[in-house]
């Protein structure tokens, strides 16, 4: 099963995505973790230009994000999954479809297109969208750990949040909006539960494809 979680800076997507791992984990699920950009040792060196500062266009921002991707695919999540894994990513797809194109104004079809070549048509089974106020997340953001994508205008940061939304509406079927500004806790017991549910409904899917063949 792949899960992708997603949300603005601060929403605290990598917490929540370690605490659901260790749940799963307890459960006997084999885990991978994952992120996007910066899995491996291509995708470090990408990360590293992304997010280290310099003076990117929006195009080379985007192809710089897609290499990451189709890289990251191909290396580690397409493999794992083979192997029977969960799946837990830290930004994935939609998030360039969300600062890229929300943000950016890159044209959202373009864009989907260009991520269908990068994934080879791999979407999630399920998205969480930890939402929350882009002031709030970013007043929980340490200065000196700011990196470029941080350091956006405040405006940049709100038609992220709008697009995160935006994006949810469209595909409701595979997004679960999280309210991330309830206390840590709240956000890791009810990503838990999404998750959970979500599983036994791939596990039912998976298991009625078996008993048609």
């Known amino acids: 099963m792949f899960v992708t ?17 260790r749940r799963l984990e307890a459960d006997g699920q084999r885990v991978v973790m994952t992120r996007e ?27 710089l994000f897609l290499a990451d991707r189709a890289q990251h695919v191909a290396s580690v999540i397409k493999p794992a999954l083979a192997a029977g894994a969960f799946v837990l ?3 994935y797809s939609d998030s ?55 350091r956006e205008s ?14 949810a509406k469209r595909e409701p079927a595979r997004w679960r909006v999280i309210d991330a500004a309830v206390p840590i806790a709240g956000v890791i017991l009810a990503c838990c539960q999404e998750v959970e549910a ?8 998976q298991a009625r494809s078996l008993e048609a063949n």
């Open 5 to 21: 979680f997603e949300g603005p800076e601060g929403a605290g997507k990598t917490t929540v995505l370690k605490a659901v791992a």
């Open 198 to 205: 979500a599983a036994a409904i791939v596990g039912c899917l």
């Open 89 to 91: 990513c830290d930004r």
């Open 154 to 167: 405040i405006e940049f940061h709100r038609k992220v949040r709008d697009g995160f939304l935006r994006e």
């Open 96 to 150: 360039t479809l969300v600062y890229q194109g929300y943000g950016r104004g890159l044209d959202l079809e373009t864009l989907r297109g260009l991520n269908q070549l990068a994934t080879g048509g791999l979407t999630p089974d399920l998205t969480l969208l930890l939402d929350l106020d882009p002031e709030l997340g970013l007043a929980r953001l340490s200065l000196d750990k700011m990196d470029r994508m941080d």
């Open 37 to 63: 950009p910066g899995e491996g040792e291509i995708g470090a060196k990408i990360r590293d230009i992304l997010l280290s500062g310099g003076d990117l266009s929006p195009a080379a921002e985007l192809f």
